[in-house]
T-cell receptor
Framework: EPEVTQTPSHQVTQMGQEVILRCVPI?????FYWYRQILGQKVEFLVS????????KSEIFDDQFSVERPDGSNFTLKIRSTKLEDSAMYFC????????????FGPGTRLTVL | GENVEQHPSTLSVQEGDSAVIKCTYS??????FPWYKQELGKRPQLIID?????GEKKDQRIAVTLNKTAKHFSLHITETQPEDSAVYFC?????????????FGTGTRLQVTL
């Protein structure tokens, strides 16, 4: 069964550094998402992406964040200048359609900002 | 925006007993309600979902009910087994016309004891 994959599984970075988290969504899916989960807390929506543009974003997704689909398979989340509070698990998800289609989650990237 | 409340935060049951987790949502436009199971350090895995045109759905030992008027939905697990131990998240999905955004509850840690 196809799955969403993410790399790296764990990223450690210094405060102020840029990080890029990578995702490969399920191949026939058209909608892509990033969520984050701070340790012990709930999963929070960051951004959704469709047709090569952001379709929805949350208040968390400020100017430090950007997303890109650089080729036909990868979907990336960039954090320009990391802060301590960016430490979290970041999940990529994808769905075939919108309007109630199941979102399938990747295994996550644990980001630790020191 | 959408707000999802989930109760209880922790639930301990004996093997074989039933477990019930309840969620409420605030935005009547939400139309899709998935439940995810998350084991420690793993991705959220969809276990069951329900759409707003349906009042109840069952899949073996798992069932979900939805009351649109009251804006609440519940997860029922019967004949619980130790492998059901995990954190369960409910979510409400709001389709904005260009994207589906999942708002998660705060999670319920289910412990099934022998």
């Amino acid at each position: 069964e196809p799955e969403v994959t993410q790399t790296p599984s764990h990223q450690v970075t210094q405060m102020g550094q840029e990080v890029i988290l990578r995702c490969v969504p399920i191949s026939n899916h058209l909608y892509f998402y990033w969520y984050r989960q701070i340790l012990g807390q709930k999963v929070e929506f960051l951004v959704s992406f469709y047709n090569n543009e952001i379709s929805e974003k949350s208040e968390i997704f400020d100017d430090q964040f950007s997303v890109e689909r650089p080729d036909g398979s990868n979907f990336t989340l960039k954090i320009r200048s990391t802060k301590l509070e960016d430490s979290a698990m970041y999940f990529c998800a994808s769905s075939e359609g919108a309007g109630g289609d199941t979102q399938y989650f990747g295994p996550g990237t644990r980001l630790t900002v020191l | 925006g959408e707000n999802v409340e989930q109760h209880p935060s922790t639930l301990s049951v004996q093997e074989g007993d039933s477990a019930v987790i309840k969620c409420t949502y605030s935005d009547s436009a939400s139309n899709y309600f998935p439940w995810y199971k998350q084991e420690l350090g793993k991705r959220p895995q969809l276990i069951i979902d329900i759409r707003s045109n349906v009042g109840e759905k069952k899949d073996q030992r798992i069932a979900v009910t939805l009351n649109k008027t009251a804006k609440h939905f519940s997860l029922h697990i019967t004949e619980t087994q130790p492998e059901d131990s995990a954190v369960y998240f409910c979510a409400a999905c709001l389709y904005t016309g260009t994207a589906s955004k999942l708002t998660f509850g705060t999670g319920t840690r289910l412990q099934v004891t022998l």
